[in-house]
């Protein structure tokens, strides 16, 4: 099986309920192995998640390219400090090792998916109709 | 277990959903092990509870989800 498709996850806001692509993402820690489920952000240009998962693979955070994270805001006091990484994880549903930029911030980041390192990998359709996303894996190329 | 585990939090009542959100979760076997506001609090649980795998996941709080911009 080279693809598989993953419900969306169902949460709240105050403007009524959203389901929200997601994928299950296995990370080899130091002493065991935890599935992390990230949101699928096509928009972001690389996945985020929080400094402890960094520490957590055996990661020493600080050796990372330093970067500054900001939302809406533009208040100083409203950035996040955050280092890029290299890390492998396994995308369970294919037994499929990939390795990834990851972002991980000094504070409580979401988990996010973005679009370097996995949208190599797959071709990705969000289908808002079935709230269900299917990931397709991409040949490698000839030659 | 996984599936099961994602399927049913993405099923969960609204009650669970407003009780843990902005929380990091840890689920195992369609129940909320551990949760808390931290992912270092959240690993010091689960460190002390030895649970084997669970699947880890943030609830969001009520607000639409926006860009986070790298500089």
Redesign the interface.
């Known amino acids: 099986m080279s693809s598989f498709a993953k419900?969306?996850?169902?949460?709240?806001?105050?403007?009524g309920t959203?389901y929200?692509p997601?994928i299950?993402l296995l990370f080899n820690e130091k002493t065991?192995?935890?599935?992390?489920?990230f949101?699928v952000d096509s928009?972001?240009?690389?996945s985020?998640a929080?400094?402890?998962?960094a520490e957590?693979v055996g990661l020493d955070w600080n050796n990372g390219k330093r970067?500054?994270?900001?939302?809406?805001s533009p208040k100083p006091e409203c950035t996040l400090e955050?280092r890029i990484h290299k890390v492998s994880a396994l995308v369970?549903d294919l037994a499929f090792e990939l390795t990834l930029p990851v972002?991980f911030a000094n504070g409580?980041?979401?988990?996010?998916i973005g679009r370097e390192g996995f949208f190599d990998e797959f071709d990705i359709t969000l289908d808002k109709t079935r709230r269900r996303t299917i990931f397709r894996k991409m040949r490698a190329p000839r030659g | 277990m996984?599936q099961r585990d994602?399927?049913w939090?993405?099923?969960a009542k609204?009650l669970i959903?407003?009780r843990y959100?902005g929380k990091?979760v840890?689920i195992r076997n369609k129940k909320i092990l551990a949760a808390s506001?931290?992912?270092?609090g959240l690993?010091a649980k689960l460190d002390k509870l030895n649970p084997?795998?669970?699947?880890?996941?943030?609830?969001?709080r009520?607000?639409?989800?926006?860009?986070?911009?790298?500089?």
């Open positions: 419900k969306w996850m169902r949460q709240k806001t105050r403007t959203v929200r997601v299950d065991s192995s935890n599935l992390y489920s949101i928009g972001a240009d690389i985020l929080p400094r402890q998962l957590r970067v500054i994270l900001t939302g809406i955050g369970p972002c409580n980041a979401p988990y996010l | 996984r994602g399927e939090l993405s099923s609204t959903l407003r959100r990091y840890a506001t931290t992912m270092k690993y084997g795998m669970v699947l880890i996941t943030r609830i969001e009520p607000t639409l989800l926006v860009y986070v911009e790298l500089r």
